[in-house]
Nanobody
Framework: QVQLVESGGASVQAGGSLKLYCVASGDTYRSDCMGWFRQIPGKEREGVAAFRSAARVYADSVKGRFTITKGRARNTLELHMHSLKHEDTAMYYC???????????????????WGQGTQVTVSS
């Protein structure tokens, strides 16, 4: 099993920028899909941005503001966030699928491995 650890969450002003990082440790595996999800208490976890192989997919709410990228180190993933809004406030999770990615890359049910999350708070 691979462990995923997120970092970079912080409190920022609306309009600001932030970078989130995800590092995978343990066994190395091929992931067709890796992505970022977020969750607000009382709401379902939702997809933010993901890779399906080399293709990037984004939720409409973050398109043009967030960029998902693979880090320079092995098994790393980043989320570059700009023009942050109050509604971006959430716990952000990194996720990966162990084998073939068969589902929607922005659907939580597609994924098998999850990090513990990092909190992003945007002041309005």
């Amino acid at each position: 099993q691979v462990q995923l650890v997120e970092s970079g969450g912080a409190s920022v002003q609306a309009g600001g920028s932030l970078k989130l990082y995800c590092v995978a440790s343990g066994d190395t595996y091929r992931s067709d899909c890796m992505g970022w999800f977020r969750q607000i208490p009382g709401k379902e976890r939702e997809g933010v941005a993901a890779f399906r192989s080399a293709a990037r997919v984004y939720a409409d709410s973050v398109k043009g503001r967030f960029t998902i990228t693979k880090g320079r180190a092995r098994n790393t993933l980043e989320l570059h966030m700009h023009s942050l809004k109050h509604e971006d406030t959430a716990m952000y999770y990194c996720a990966a699928v162990r084998l073939q990615c068969l589902g929607d890359a922005l659907d939580t049910t597609t994924y098998t491995d999850w990090g513990q999350g990092t909190q992003v708070t945007v002041s309005s």
